[in-house]
């Protein structure tokens, strides 16, 4: 007890913003929240804890909460959520300087006005810091073309544990000084130090675009593949080639059929052309769907917010929620899909699920009680393992994370990443257990 | 193939001829050794202990695995391409030569890619898939001669990076032989995202210090459907760093965006592949386009338009693809063109923000009075990747130290104005003591931390990358005790 109130004084001394916290579904809390606005503050903070080994977590609006930990509570949150502004904008260089809090919604209104975005469609944009994107690698159906946070991010401020704040890469768009720290980073949950400042490449806003919806009129394995491979091995450049099972379709697009969703973004001769393209691909059985303006960005925006959990109090079954994000070669998507459409069926269980086809990230969802859901997880994660992929966890409350271990069985170079947490965390005070193999 | 008998009394030698399959894929006679005994960074040379060529995975573990239980400095190489002397064998190392791991293992154009072993040559590849529709990305200008290996730990760039990234956006998975002689997969099997830290990118581009890469999957793309050229002449350097700016301020992003200045020119002319620039402009942009045919030609009014308004004495896009590639050969052969007009060249390789380019082609001018010595500067002008070329002559005295100084004088000036002192070449040795210039101790000490966690006993490709901490420790005990004392 002694330990808290000693935090509770030096945030009070310091006159840092903060509160007392009450444990949650999700965990991964901490007694005390803490809001710092500035990397002294956060410096000087750790420097504090880091000596008295208090533990620490980390967020940004905590839309990740229900994604990996094993604790509870730690001594002390710190919530990025205040720390937020643009800090450098150089138009002409296409690069930006942003603080880690700042949502990622708000960073591409302020872009837009220059004609320009970060190329990044992670989930829930609206509620996503891009100190969170980041530091998890979210990814959506764009990142075909866009790619993730591990091509956009050139340089990074983070304050390590023990205080200490290193910067990462630079302010260019190419650099190969030194290691790619970089990327040590990026996915690593927060476990290695609290990014405080990014430093993205950008690009000009696409002139043009338009989304197309295809639909099937069957589930014929066959004709999905061929169908697929055709439109891949093609010369258009889709931004997104995402297979939707019909649950997924109906509740973004209302057609309640599995689909392709395949966008472009580009000069609108190109765009137009694309479209026209699909069109003669398109066989008879199949509808196409094109989606222009507002209407394109309305279903974008649908699917996006997916994942978002209104909890169990809004169920009145009480059910649980659960996303997860399944890894596997381009083209099992299509194999892994089918197979969880038979589970939907077969098991009467919600579940829902939508892939990239050139990239081979799906997202899943399920509602249900505790042990259907543990018991369908662990039948996925059997199917993406037979498939070379994997399958962990995004979102479920820590009860359930206890149970059933997010990120999976740990690999051979498990060692490395103990090392490499050992060194830049010694006394393992931020972010305990939260991500793989307990690191 | 006749037994010899190995002619030494190096039991090391004999200890690892043990292990090879081959027992004469090694090399020993100081007269062998002498093509090792530096990369294409040529200024530095040091002769290797041996040279072996392993032809698989479990042989460079078993070499590796000797020379950490002997405590043999080793180190990787593949087709000595390298700029910055990362395969330079500084503490008279066992190198490892992957040039006889070059099998391409598999293609899987569905789902687009294809893995290679270390010493597969990269134009190779494209040239395999090429007639299907695809291609390898990541273009160095040594790319029909340079491993895919060696491009993955030097995280190797190229002209068409601008659009569509450097080597660490294209590689998917690794196989790698711990500086223990343990072989890891990493980014398993090429599945993005792996959960965990991103070993995959921290190696890329890490200069053969963290581990040694034997299998390699990599990302293939489509072919563009069209593609389109425009060459730019311009009497005012400055006008042709603005267009570049105005180019992508218009939100186009060309395939490639490169420049040659005044001196430049003078050599690629000079040299194998001539294509007639005039000798009297102070700059040609070379500017590529590609996509979809049906979007290509109101991006090339754009740019010619653009061209225009920044005083372009003559522009024109590419007649044929003959005249395309011979723009192209003009271009990528442009470090070797400058033979043709000096004894020798020092290529450096710093990066700025694009809008610094006209200041900063001003103070390297500078430079080059102070120094006395010619500077040409070839650059990936969209992406803000300079390469000055100082031209010396080894042979006059003193001149050498003077050429690196002015060298490391651009690098200086491309960390002031907010850049960095190497784009794609590696920091190898050239480059050490610059990493001073955009790192402070902490961040230097936060990486060498980080190599400690693979390379332990740091047996591995000591003494590259990182400036010697030993040096700056010893200067600030020296300082202590001075106080203390």
């Known amino acids: 007890m002694n330990d808290v109130l000693s935090i509770a004084e030096y945030l009070t001394t310091n006159k840092l913003e903060y509160e007392m916290t009450e444990p949650d579904l999700f965990g991964n809390s901490g007694q005390y929240t803490v809001y710092p606005t500035s990397e002294e503050e956060?410096?000087?903070?750790?420097?504090?804890?880091?000596?008295?080994?208090?533990?620490?977590?980390?967020?940004?609006?905590?839309?990740?909460?229900?994604?990996?930990?094993?604790?509870?509570?730690?001594?002390?949150?710190?919530?990025?959520?205040?720390?937020?502004?643009?800090v450098e904008h150089h138009s002409g260089d296409m690069t930006l300087t942003v603080k880690a809090g700042t949502k990622l919604e708000d960073v591409q209104r302020y872009l837009e006005a220059f004609n320009q975005k970060?190329?990044?469609?992670?989930?829930?944009?609206?509620?996503?810091?891009?100190?969170?994107?980041?530091?998890?690698?979210?990814?959506?159906?764009?990142?075909?073309?866009?790619?993730?946070?591990?091509?956009?991010?050139?340089?990074?401020?983070?304050?390590?544990?023990?205080?200490?704040?290193?910067?990462?890469?630079?302010?260019?768009?190419?650099?190969?000084?030194?290691?790619?720290?970089?990327?040590?980073?990026?996915?690593?949950?927060?476990?290695?130090?609290?990014?405080?400042?990014?430093?993205?490449?950008?690009?000009?806003l696409a002139k043009s675009t338009a989304t197309c919806i295809i639909s099937f009129q069957g589930e014929d394995r066959n004709k999905i593949y061929s169908f697929t491979r055709k439109l891949l091995n093609n010369s258009i450049e889709p931004i997104s080639c995402e297979l939707l099972d019909p649950v997924v379709s109906y509740e973004i697009s209302g057609i309640n059929k599995l689909s392709l969703l395949v966008s472009f973004e580009d000069v609108e001769k190109s765009v137009d052309y694309q479209i026209k393209y699909i069109q003669s691909l398109v066989e008879e059985e199949m509808k196409l769907t094109v989606l222009r303006n507002n209407e394109e960005k309305q279903l974008w925006d649908r699917l996006y917010q997916l994942p978002f959990d209104k909890g169990p109090e809004h169920d009145k079954d009480e059910k649980l929620f659960a996303v997860a994000k399944i890894g596997t070669i381009n083209l099992n998507v299509i194999d892994i899909l089918l197979k969880v459409m038979e589970i939907?069926?077969?098991?009467?269980?919600?579940?829902?699920?939508?892939?990239?086809?050139?990239?081979?990230?799906?997202?899943?969802?399920?509602?249900?009680?505790?042990?259907?859901?543990?018991?369908?997880?662990?039948?996925?994660?059997?199917?993406?393992?037979?498939?070379?992929?994997?399958?962990?966890?995004?979102?479920?409350?820590?009860?359930?994370?206890?149970?059933?271990?997010?990120?999976?069985?740990?690999?051979?170079?498990?060692?490395?990443?103990?090392?490499?947490?050992?060194?830049?965390?010694?006394?393992?005070?931020?972010?305990?257990?939260?991500?793989?193999?307990?690191? | 193939m006749k037994k010899k008998k190995l002619k030494t009394n190096d039991r090391h030698i004999h200890g690892l001829s043990q292990l090879l399959n081959d027992k004469q894929a090694i090399l020993y006679h100081k007269e062998d050794l002498i093509s090792y005994d530096c990369d294409g960074f040529t200024i530095h040379k040091s002769l290797p202990r041996a040279v072996v060529f392993p032809h698989s995975t479990e042989e460079?573990?078993?070499?590796?695995?000797?020379?950490?239980?002997?405590?043999?400095?080793?180190?990787?190489?593949?087709?000595?391409?390298?700029?910055?002397?990362?395969?330079?064998?500084?503490?008279?190392?066992?190198?490892?030569?992957?040039?006889?791991m070059k099998r391409l293992i598999d293609i899987d154009l569905d789902n687009r890619r294809a893995v290679v072993e270390p010493g597969y040559v990269n134009l190779k590849l494209t040239n395999q898939i090429i007639e299907r529709g695809y291609y390898y990305a990541p273009d160095p200008s040594s790319q029909y001669c340079c491993t895919i290996g060696g491009n993955v730990a030097?995280?190797?760039?190229?002209?068409?990076?601008?659009?569509?990234?450097?080597?660490?956006?294209?590689?998917?998975?690794?196989?790698?032989?711990?500086?223990?002689?343990?072989?890891?997969?990493?980014?398993?099997?090429?599945?993005?995202?792996?959960?965990?830290?991103?070993?995959?990118?921290?190696?890329?581009?890490?200069?053969?210090?963290?581990?040694?890469?034997?299998?390699?999957?990599?990302?293939?793309?489509?072919n563009p459907e069209g593609k389109q050229t425009v060459l730019a002449y311009f009497d005012d350097i400055e006008d042709g760093s603005q267009a570049v700016s105005d180019i992508i301020s218009a939100g186009i992003v060309p395939a490639a965006l490169e420049m040659m200045d005044k001196t430049a020119i003078e050599g690629v002319e000079a040299a194998s592949f001539p294509v007639g620039h005039p000798k009297d402009i102070a700059a040609v942009l070379l500017i590529e386009v590609d996509g979809i045919a049906a979007g290509i030609d109101d991006q090339i009014e754009q740019i010619l338009s653009v061209c225009r308004n920044r005083n372009v004495r003559e522009v024109r896009a590419a007649k044929n693809e003959q005249e395309r590639a011979a723009w192209w050969a003009n271009r990528k052969t442009g470090f070797g063109a400058m033979?043709?007009?000096?004894?020798?060249?020092?290529?450096?390789?710093?990066?700025?923000?694009?809008?610094?380019?006209?200041?900063?082609?001003?103070?390297?001018?500078?430079?080059?009075?102070?120094?006395?010595?010619?500077?040409?500067?070839?650059?990936?002008?969209?992406?803000?990747?300079?390469?000055?070329?100082?031209?010396?002559?080894?042979?006059?005295?003193?001149?050498?130290?003077?050429?690196?100084?002015?060298?490391?004088?651009?690098?200086?000036?491309?960390?002031?104005?907010?850049?960095?002192?190497?784009?794609?070449?590696?920091?190898?040795?050239?480059?050490?003591?610059?990493?001073?210039?955009?790192?402070?101790?902490?961040?230097?000490?936060?990486?060498?931390?980080?190599?400690?966690?693979?390379?332990?006993d740091n047996l591995l490709n000591a003494g590259k990358l990182f400036p010697s901490p030993s040096r700056c420790a010893e200067v600030k005990k020296e300082m202590k005790e001075k106080i203390i004392g």
């Not at chain 1, 977590?57 to 720390?83: C, H, P, V, W």
């Not at chain 2, 190797?156 to 343990?182: D, R, S």
């Not at chain 2, 009075?369 to 031209?391: K, S």
Request: proline fraction near 4%; charged fraction near 20%.
């Open chain 1, 344 to 439: 939907r069926k077969k098991d009467n269980i919600d579940i829902y699920t939508h892939g990239g086809v050139g990239h081979g990230l799906m997202q899943l969802y399920i509602k249900g009680k505790e042990r259907e859901m543990i018991e369908t997880l662990t039948k996925i994660r059997n199917i993406t393992n037979e498939n070379g992929g994997y399958c962990i966890v995004k979102h479920l409350p820590l009860a359930q994370r206890l149970v059933f271990d997010t990120w999976g069985e740990t690999k051979g170079a498990q060692y490395l990443l103990e090392g490499i947490k050992t060194k830049v965390d010694p006394k393992k005070i931020l972010n305990r257990k939260r991500y793989v193999g307990g690191i």
């Open chain 1, 42 to 86: 956060l410096s000087a903070l750790f420097a504090f804890v880091h000596m008295h080994q208090f533990t620490v977590n980390i967020q940004g609006t905590g839309s990740k909460r229900g994604y990996g930990g094993l604790i509870d509570q730690a001594d002390l949150l710190i919530s990025m959520e205040k720390f937020t502004g643009i």
């Open chain 2, 339 to 456: 033979g043709a007009i000096s004894p020798d060249y020092l290529v450096q390789d710093g990066v700025i923000p694009r809008s610094k380019l006209p200041e900063v082609l001003r103070r390297i001018n500078k430079i080059s009075e102070e120094y006395g010595l010619r500077i040409a500067n070839i650059f990936h002008a969209g992406d803000g990747n300079l390469h000055p070329l100082v031209l010396f002559d080894a042979r006059i005295p003193g001149e050498t130290e003077k050429a690196l100084a002015a060298g490391s004088a651009c690098l200086k000036v491309c960390a002031d104005v907010g850049g960095t002192i190497t784009g794609e070449h590696g920091v190898g040795i050239e480059k050490r003591e610059e990493m001073r210039f955009v790192f402070t101790d902490e961040e230097i000490a936060a990486q060498t931390d980080i190599r400690s966690v693979f390379n332990t």
């Open chain 2, 154 to 222: 030097e995280n190797a760039g190229g002209a068409h990076c601008l659009k569509y990234g450097v080597t660490t956006n294209h590689i998917l998975g690794l196989e790698l032989v711990l500086p223990n002689g343990e072989i890891v997969e990493i980014g398993g099997n090429g599945v993005l995202d792996e959960p965990g830290y991103d070993l995959l990118g921290l190696i890329t581009g890490s200069e053969g210090t963290l581990g040694i890469v034997t299998k390699i999957i990599v990302r293939i793309l489509k």
């Open chain 2, 60 to 100: 460079v573990a078993r070499i590796v695995k000797y020379c950490h239980d002997h405590a043999l400095p080793f180190l990787a190489r593949g087709a000595g391409t390298g700029l910055s002397g990362g395969a330079i064998p500084l503490n008279n190392e066992v190198i490892i030569s992957l040039v006889k």
């Open chain 1, 118 to 204: 970060l190329a990044l469609d992670p989930f829930m944009p609206y509620v996503s810091t891009i100190g969170g994107v980041i530091g998890s690698n979210d990814s959506g159906p764009k990142r075909l073309n866009y790619g993730s946070a591990r091509d956009a991010v050139i340089g990074l401020r983070v304050v390590y544990p023990d205080g200490k704040v290193i910067r990462t890469g630079g302010k260019v768009v190419k650099n190969v000084a030194g290691y790619d720290m970089n990327k040590l980073f990026i996915s690593s949950m927060g476990t290695l130090g609290v990014i405080t400042e990014v430093t993205v490449k950008l690009r000009p």
